[in-house]
């Protein structure tokens, strides 16, 4: 057990050939350490020795022929070594075990995508984000999915929630420009790609894609200071406001609008302070800001039929509320005040 700790915390400090080492010894010792070969198995699969990693995983699974993760893994080893046929096998007994395994959900639905099946692949990882609805790399690949069979929007949707839920991923982003330039709306891509920027400056592709859209948009020097400006004094509210500080957070973004009224995020961001102020009226003037800019943007829908609904304005709120999740129709939250909305209004569903 000592040796195959060592080797996964090793391991995630990219000292990989020691933890390798690591996960050897404690085999040697113990050859029937379930935990060992599954680590062996995934640290071969990480560096790209599938044929290594393939015994391994038969090792575990002759130990545990009922976990679910196992099945799951070797599928995921044989998908890499284009034995999808054997990948697929492997998955189906996950899910036997297991039919909620989120991983193998969403690993079908990659391998339905790279099959050409788009519409298979939105399928199965629908399933995956019913189990999780915070599963990013399944928003991510079901955009993908939906964006080859031209639904464009709805691919937005998901980037948009992929993007909410994990900020710092670059794929999200890239993805969120590429379907923002295939609706036409430029200026919205270029901040996409931005945001890659701001998570990785040493990103050359992001910076030059950057370069590129800056020169097709005809943008000057100046004014692209401008909105750099803006961003920045944009994230120190948004700072602000996660700390409590919602009166500063707000001329934060006012004094960002001023620089670029055009900024959605900095309507939304204003909205929020405005009603965690109880200034309910104002906060939805600053919502209408925000999807005006970008319909999109379903969490300012969402929040703007909140603020009605402190207004005791039950049937706007449920407005927002549908427009909400017309655009993100799996979010549980927005269901959830819809259906409180629905009651307040004292009758049921329309």
């Given at each position: 057990?000592?040796?195959?700790?060592?080797?996964?915390?090793?391991?995630?400090?990219?000292?990989?050939?020691?933890?390798?080492?690591?996960?050897?010894?404690?085999?040697?010792?113990?050859?029937?350490?379930?935990?060992?070969?599954?680590?062996k198995?995934?640290?071969?699969?990480?560096?790209?020795r599938?044929?290594?990693?393939?015994?391994?995983?038969d090792?575990a699974?002759?130990?545990?022929?009922?976990?679910?993760?196992?099945?799951?893994?070797?599928?995921?080893?044989?998908?890499?070594?284009?034995m999808?046929?054997?990948?697929?096998?492997?998955?189906?007994k996950?899910?036997?075990?297991?039919?909620?395994?989120v991983?193998t959900?969403?690993?079908?639905?990659?391998?339905?995508?790279?099959?050409?099946?788009?519409?298979?692949?939105?399928?199965?990882?629908?399933?995956?984000?019913?189990?999780d609805?915070?599963?990013?790399?399944?928003?991510?690949l079901?955009?993908?999915?939906?964006?080859?069979?031209?639904?464009?929007?709805?691919?937005?949707?998901?980037?948009?929630?992929?993007?909410?839920?994990?900020?710092?991923?670059?794929?999200?982003?890239?993805?969120?420009?590429?379907?923002?330039?295939?609706?036409?709306?430029?200026?919205?891509?270029?901040?996409?790609?931005?945001?890659?920027?701001?998570?990785?400056?040493?990103?050359?592709?992001?910076?030059?894609?950057?370069?590129?859209?800056?020169?097709?948009?005809?943008?000057?020097?100046?004014?692209?200071?401008?909105?750099?400006?803006?961003?920045?004094?944009?994230?120190?509210?948004?700072a602000?406001?996660?700390?409590?500080?919602?009166?500063?957070?707000?001329?934060?973004?006012?004094?960002?609008?001023?620089?670029?009224?055009?900024d959605?995020?900095?309507?939304?961001?204003?909205?929020?302070?405005?009603?965690?102020?109880?200034?309910?009226?104002?906060?939805?003037?600053?919502?209408?800001?925000?999807?005006?800019?970008?319909?999109?943007?379903?969490?300012?829908?969402?929040?703007?039929?909140?603020?009605?609904?402190?207004?005791?304005?039950?049937?706007?709120?449920?407005e927002?509320?549908?427009r909400?999740?017309?655009?993100?129709?799996?979010?549980?939250?927005?269901?959830?005040?819809?259906?409180?909305?629905?009651?307040?209004?004292?009758?049921?569903?329309?």
């Amino acid at each position: 057990m000592v040796w195959n700790n060592k080797g996964y915390a090793l391991r995630h400090t990219d000292r990989l050939d020691e933890a390798l080492e690591c996960f050897n010894t404690a085999l040697t010792l113990s050859p029937m350490n379930f935990q060992a070969w599954m680590n062996k198995a995934e640290l071969l699969y990480v560096t790209k020795r599938f044929s290594e990693a393939l015994p391994c995983h038969d090792k575990a699974l002759s130990i545990d022929p009922e976990s679910s993760i196992a099945w799951n893994n070797k599928g995921r080893t044989l998908y890499a070594m284009n034995m999808r046929d054997d990948a697929v096998a492997c998955y189906q007994k996950a899910l036997e075990i297991d039919p909620l395994n989120v991983l193998t959900l969403g690993n079908m639905g990659l391998l339905f995508k790279d099959k050409g099946k788009p519409q298979e692949a939105v399928a199965w990882l629908d399933k995956a984000l019913q189990v999780d609805p915070f599963y990013d790399e399944a928003l991510n690949l079901k955009a993908v999915a939906l964006a080859e069979y031209g639904d464009y929007e709805a691919a937005l949707a998901c980037l948009r929630r992929a993007a909410t839920v994990n900020p710092k991923n670059t794929v999200h982003w890239r993805n969120l420009s590429s379907i923002l330039l295939r609706l036409g709306r430029s200026q919205e891509a270029l901040k996409a790609l931005e945001n890659v920027l701001q998570i990785n400056p040493a990103d050359e592709k992001a910076e030059e894609a950057c370069s590129s859209s800056r020169s097709s948009l005809g943008a000057e020097d100046a004014e692209h200071t401008k909105r750099e400006q803006a961003l920045a004094i944009l994230r120190e509210g948004v700072a602000l406001h996660r700390l409590g500080q919602c009166e500063a957070a707000l001329r934060c973004f006012e004094q960002s609008l001023s620089l670029d009224v055009n900024d959605a995020l900095a309507w939304y961001y204003m909205g929020n302070s405005l009603r965690f102020l109880g200034r309910y009226q104002d906060a939805i003037v600053s919502y209408q800001g925000a999807v005006e800019i970008d319909e999109g943007s379903f969490d300012a829908w969402g929040n703007m039929g909140v603020s009605y609904g402190h207004l005791g304005q039950h049937k706007m709120a449920l407005e927002c509320f549908d427009r909400a999740l017309r655009l993100s129709p799996q979010d549980a939250h927005w269901r959830k005040m819809r259906d409180l909305a629905v009651q307040k209004m004292g009758h049921g569903d329309n």
